[in-house]
């Protein structure tokens, strides 16, 4: 079964408005998660991660927000663009043994920017 | 700044034949993946390979599927008698050591079985 999902399959917001997208988890053994953005007919593109000892992290017009506690996670994009219209993928990396990893993707959402 | 790349860009195969999709992971990574994406729904996991073995298999691996690292800067995804349902995007990815565990993936290969 699904150990990674989404909330939404598909956002559309306001050039200009903030965009929250979210994200569910299952595995209580994750430590490590990661957004990823995959633009038509190219391959995933790290966004942002987050270990699983913190519950926010920021970056450049994008914060991650943990919650362990619901196994939750969200992408906050701020001040949406058009050139942030993408596919957007949670992903929970699963120390397998060793230093061995599993990347283990949600289903995605699908962010629209309208003009 | 260095990628990982793949070749072919796009395969068209008719079904039963053997398919070989390539990939030059970034030179220093130490891991390296396959994932397989079809049209319209989320990547998937197949396999993972470390110090010449698979570490990871999914069950989408099966016995139809074998990875190889030929050399020192290639990494093959062999499907030995591709069906339908094999039509998919095909992505490499590679990672170094440490914790982190952030994976760069290639540009993918469309394949298309017919």
């Known amino acids: 079964g699904e150990s990674v999902g989404l909330h939404l399959p598909t956002l559309s917001v306001q050039e200009g408005d903030n965009s929250i997208i979210n994200c569910a988890y299952s595995n209580s053994a994750s430590d490590y998660f990661i957004w990823y953005k995959q633009e038509s007919g190219k391959g995933p593109q790290f966004i942002i991660d987050?270990?699983?000892?913190?519950d926010k992290r920021q970056g450049q017009r994008v914060t991650v927000l943990l919650n362990k506690t619901v196994k939750h996670l969200s992408l906050q994009i701020a001040a949406t663009q058009p050139g942030d219209s993408a596919v957007y993928f949670c992903?929970?990396?699963?120390?397998?043994?060793?230093?061995?990893?599993?990347?283990?993707f949600g289903s995605g959402t699908q962010l629209t920017v309208l003009p | 700044e260095p990628e990982v790349t793949q070749t072919p860009s796009h395969q068209v195969t008719q079904m039963g034949q053997e398919v070989i999709l390539r990939c030059v992971p970034i030179?220093?990574?130490?891991?390296f993946y396959w994932y397989r994406q079809i049209l319209g729904q989320k990547v998937e996991f197949l396999v993972s390979?470390?110090?010449?073995?698979?570490?990871?298999k999914s069950e989408i691996f099966d016995d139809q599927f074998s990875v190889e690292r030929p050399d020192g800067s290639n990494f093959t995804l062999k499907i030995r008698s591709t069906k339908l349902e094999d039509s998919a995007m095909y992505f490499c990815?590679?990672?170094?050591?440490?914790?982190?565990?952030?994976?760069?993936f290639g540009e993918g290969s469309r394949l298309t079985v017919l």
């Open positions: 990815a590679s990672r170094g050591g440490g914790w982190t565990g952030e994976l760069f």
């Open positions: 390979f470390y110090n010449n073995e698979i570490s990871e």
């Open positions: 030179s220093n990574h130490l891991y």
């Open positions: 987050i270990r699983s000892n913190m």
């Open positions: 992903a929970e990396n699963i120390l397998l043994g060793g230093s061995a990893r599993q990347l283990t």
